[in-house]
């Protein structure tokens, strides 16, 4: 089996003011003070905060992640940003086709593939987000359902960049439920095999993250799950106490 570097990425939601940052301090103390973290650690903050939670990476190692970008490079786009205005702030990640996107925007997998290759024209790895609602699972499509979104909204050019696959059942992201061992391994499975069969090699490499409730009490046992290559984490990643358990769970 081929080694993956983890990743764990937290995504603040729209949760934090400049304040917050106290948050970001605290992260980086525990992360330069500790034992050095075995994952890669990125911090998904609202875009008006970005370009500071970048700023303190130069010494902590905390990358930067934005939580959506607009398919465009610039234009007439009222309240949107652009990958590139991302990039700009000093993020290297975005998120992309996250389940709160898909429902409360209406994002399509086309439009979340749009997304995607915007974020890579522009050098940033996209996270692309996927997951099953909660009739879909109780009515045995789960898996079909996310096959469907990785070939809609991973684009063609996923062999060749770093994309990143985020798997979130929605009935899990902030409800404190998850999946079982057995589900989630079988759902990772069936991403790489996925993404093997389309891109070859690189589909070997690409990180698949878990995301939905994880937390300091469940993350160790997650994160050692075949074909989990690190986390995505809602709400544990607002404290930095909590997120660097999680980190440290790695
Ligand atoms: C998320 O929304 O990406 C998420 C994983 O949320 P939570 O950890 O709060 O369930």
């Not at 809609?152 to 929605?170: C, F, L, N, R, T």
């Amino acid at each position: 089996t081929t080694t993956i570097s983890p990743l764990i990425a937290g995504n603040w939601k729209m949760n934090g003011l400049r304040a917050s940052l106290e948050e970001i301090s605290a992260l980086a103390s525990l992360l330069t003070t500790g034992e050095a973290p075995r994952a890669l650690v990125v911090v998904c903050p609202p875009a008006t905060i970005l370009h500071a939670v970048a700023s303190s990476g130069a010494t902590s190692g905390i990358l930067a992640g934005g939580q959506d970008c607009h398919p465009a490079a610039s234009g007439a786009h009222t309240g949107d940003i652009s990958a590139g205005m991302l990039a700009d702030a000093g993020a290297q990640f975005v998120i992309v086709g996250h389940s709160e996107r898909r429902t409360q925007h209406g994002e399509t997998d086309e439009l979340v593939r749009a997304k995607a290759e915007a974020a890579m024209g522009a050098g940033l790895k996209p996270i692309i987000c996927v997951g099953e609602t909660e009739s879909e699972r109780d009515s045995g499509e789960a898996e079909s359902v996310v096959a469907r979104q990785l070939a809609g909204s991973i684009p063609d050019a996923g062999g060749q960049h770093e994309v990143i696959v985020a798997y979130e059942p929605v009935w899990a992201i902030g409800t404190g439920r998850t999946p079982t061992n057995e589900e989630i391994a079988r759902m990772h499975a069936s991403i790489r095999q996925h993404l093997v069969e389309r891109f070859g090699e690189p589909g070997q490499t690409t990180r698949i993250l878990y995301g939905g409730s994880m937390k300091p009490m469940n993350a160790r046992e997650i994160l050692s799950l075949e074909n989990v290559n690190g986390g995505l984490v809602g709400g544990a990643s607002l404290l930095a106490k909590d997120f660097y358990t999680i980190i440290s769970a790695v």
